[in-house]
């Protein structure tokens, strides 16, 4: 199984990104899938630190975290194996690394940067 993320990058508060997860051995449908993030400071290695940020059901329902709520959007396109975070109106309090992981599973990605500049 690997979960690949891309999309991260710099940008200025009050912009936006996309973020994907592309995966393989592993079918996205059909399990829940979310996207945690990792504050700067923290030890890569220790997952205990990243904290979710938004999720999907295999039926197609999200959940956010407050922070992010009415600013960030999950969604899967299942014919890529994929899953998105749509990112708007960023802040600098966003800039992190973000992972997506497979719900319930030991699998995660390697994580991509988000920094929000201000």
């Known amino acids: 199984v690997q979960l690949v993320e891309s999309g991260g990058g710099l940008v200025q508060a009050g912009g936006s990104l996309r973020l994907s997860c592309v995966a393989s051995?592993?079918?996205?449908?059909?399990?829940?899938i979310g996207w945690f993030r990792q504050a700067p400071g923290q030890d890569r290695e220790d997952v205990t630190t990243?904290?979710?940020?938004?999720?999907?059901?295999?039926?197609?329902?999200?959940n956010y975290a407050d922070t992010v709520k009415g600013r960030f959007t999950i969604s899967r396109d299942n014919a890529k194996n994929t899953v998105y975070l749509q990112m708007n109106s960023l802040k600098p309090e966003d800039t992190a690394v973000y992972y997506c992981?497979?719900?319930?599973?030991?699998?995660w990605g390697q994580g991509t940067q988000v920094t929000v500049s201000s």
């Open positions: 992981h497979g719900i319930g599973t030991v699998y």
């Open positions: 051995g592993i079918t996205l449908d059909r399990c829940a």
């Open positions: 990243r904290v979710g940020v938004a999720s999907l059901t295999s039926g197609g329902i999200a």
